[in-house]
């Protein structure tokens, strides 16, 4: 991957972030999944009386089931922008692309599942391992060296014959590196920026519940933020790893916010 396409895909991300669908999509994926975690995490401890764990994992379970309530609306989001931003509407039917989208969540839900499974069996075979900081760095390094494998997934859901992770995986072959710094330059602002804003809903007393609940879904929306950028840089990054010419942004569009 050329440094000028890499300079294209920053330029073209932040130039997005702001338009209409890319607020649907902040909304889909940042919001929703917010608001039903917060249902079923609050619901299940008042229900079952979870504490510290089990809690964590009721949210977590809640932000799975948000983001397949939401996948449906977020498809049809992002590929309008792509079609209006870079004028390259989805070769696949929505239904086709919320279809795949859906395995791609399977995919990424699989990924975290295997190093769950992971985690657990270094922890038994070497107890306190992983709390060795060295262990836990190679840990992290291999973690993001796969998951970076994965990037290309939703680009794939609209122009792609099948979402077969080898075709990401082969993509990403020799250009990681530049892929990984891309996904962090656009991505680490909104995920900063979220982390302030939930910082500030933990702090609220257990009485201010209904503001804690508003900063939580304002932090959703700004960490969503970062989808429709991501998506635009990677839909360039795709056409021209392909060894097509890259979209350019349609400027004669202008922003509809």
């Known amino acids: 991957m050329p440094p000028a396409l890499l300079a294209l895909m920053i330029q073209s991300a932040f130039r997005v972030t702001f338009e209409r669908e890319s607020l649907r999509l902040a909304f889909c994926l940042g919001v929703v999944p917010s608001i039903v975690s917060l249902i079923v995490a609050h619901g299940a401890i008042a229900l079952f009386d979870l504490e510290g ?20 609306f977020a498809v049809k989001a992002g590929g309008d922008l792509l079609a209006r931003v870079l004028d390259r509407p989805p070769v696949v039917s929505p239904a086709v692309a919320t279809r795949r989208a859906f395995l791609v969540l399977g995919q990424i839900i699989a990924l975290l599942a295997a190093l769950g499974v992971l985690l657990g069996v270094a922890e038994g075979l070497f107890p306190g391992a992983l709390v060795n900081p060295v262990v836990m760095l190679v840990a992290a390094g ?57 910082s500030i809903a933990l702090a609220q007393p257990d009485s201010a519940l209904v503001l804690a609940v508003i900063v939580a879904l304002v932090a959703g929306f700004v960490g969503g933020l970062s989808y429709a950028p991501h998506l635009v840089g990677l839909t360039q990054a795709y056409f021209a790893l392909n060894g097509a010419p890259p979209p350019t942004l349609n400027t004669a569009a202008g922003p509809r916010t």
């Open 142 to 198: 291999g973690f993001l060296y796969l998951a970076t494998g994965f990037v290309f997934g939703p680009v794939l859901a609209f122009f792609g014959e099948t979402v077969d992770p080898r075709r990401s995986f082969a993509l990403v072959k020799g250009s990681r590196a530049k892929l990984f710094a891309f996904l962090m330059v656009v991505g680490l602002p909104f995920v900063m920026a979220s982390n302030f804003i939930s």
């Open 53 to 72: 764990e089990s809690g964590l994992v009721a949210a977590v379970l809640g932000t799975m089931v948000g983001l397949a309530l939401a996948i449906p």
